[in-house]
């Protein structure tokens, strides 16, 4: 649990941590993707949501040429920080006060290179969260029990991978026939404390 301290007549006094999240044993919030195949990504449009004092979702995937909305369903002013993370230099692509429960912002331009967003309240900083950004369709973010489905991969063998913001990278190849589905299982090594 992280401590609250600001706004606790809003938020009490604290939150549960999004960036480990483990349930019966599985993690969620991973991003599993299929690396270098190209694919048509049509627009979209993702919501980042301010909301009980947290991100919602936690961790997003979405697509180059997407549009992001961000909003606030809380009775507090939050401010979106996004700082796109590529190599060792970040760059800020959006900061947004929301004044207030109801208030959104829509984007005024698409998501454009591939790579990852931190998102921070720069009012509460405890809350954070993670945009991954691809450039083709051929990715899911892991539910509640650690799975993850991706559909229309191309029949072949492929490098999946599986990322997380605190654990890193894994990969696996997998092969896929027409017709069938196909299974990735990985495991990352964590530390019992």
Do not use: Q
């Given at each position: 649990m992280l401590e609250v301290t600001k706004n606790q007549e809003v938020c009490g006094t604290e939150i549960a941590a999004t960036d480990v999240i483990v349930q019966d044993g599985q993690l969620v919030n991973g991003v599993a993707f299929v690396e270098g195949l190209e694919g048509e990504v049509g627009p979209a449009e993702y919501v980042l949501s301010n909301s009980g004092c947290s991100f919602d979702p936690a961790v997003l995937a979405t697509v180059t040429g997407g549009m992001l909305v961000v909003n606030n369903q809380d009775e507090v002013l939050h401010?979106?920080?996004?700082?796109?993370?590529?190599?060792?230099?970040?760059?800020?692509?959006?900061?947004?006060?929301?004044?207030?429960?109801?208030?959104?912002?829509?984007?005024?331009?698409?998501?454009?290179?591939?790579?990852?967003?931190?998102?921070?309240?720069?009012?509460?900083?405890?809350?954070?969260?993670?945009?991954?950004?691809?450039?083709?369709?051929?990715?899911?973010?892991?539910?509640?029990?650690?799975?993850?489905?991706?559909?229309?991969?191309?029949?072949?063998?492929?490098?999946?991978?599986?990322?997380?913001?605190?654990?890193g990278e894994l990969e696996q190849e997998v092969t896929v026939q027409a017709g069938e589905a196909t299974s990735a299982d990985f495991t990352y090594e964590m530390a019992n404390e």
């Open positions: 401010n979106t920080h996004l700082n796109l993370v590529v190599g060792e230099r970040t760059r800020t692509v959006g900061n947004w006060a929301l004044s207030s429960k109801g208030s959104e912002i829509r984007a005024d331009r698409p998501l454009r290179r591939e790579g990852v967003i931190d998102v921070e309240c720069d009012a509460h900083e405890w809350m954070h969260a993670k945009i991954r950004i691809f450039s083709h369709p051929y990715f899911a973010v892991t539910g509640s029990g650690g799975e993850f489905e991706i559909t229309d991969v191309p029949v072949g063998t492929h490098v999946v991978k599986i990322w997380h913001e605190v654990f």
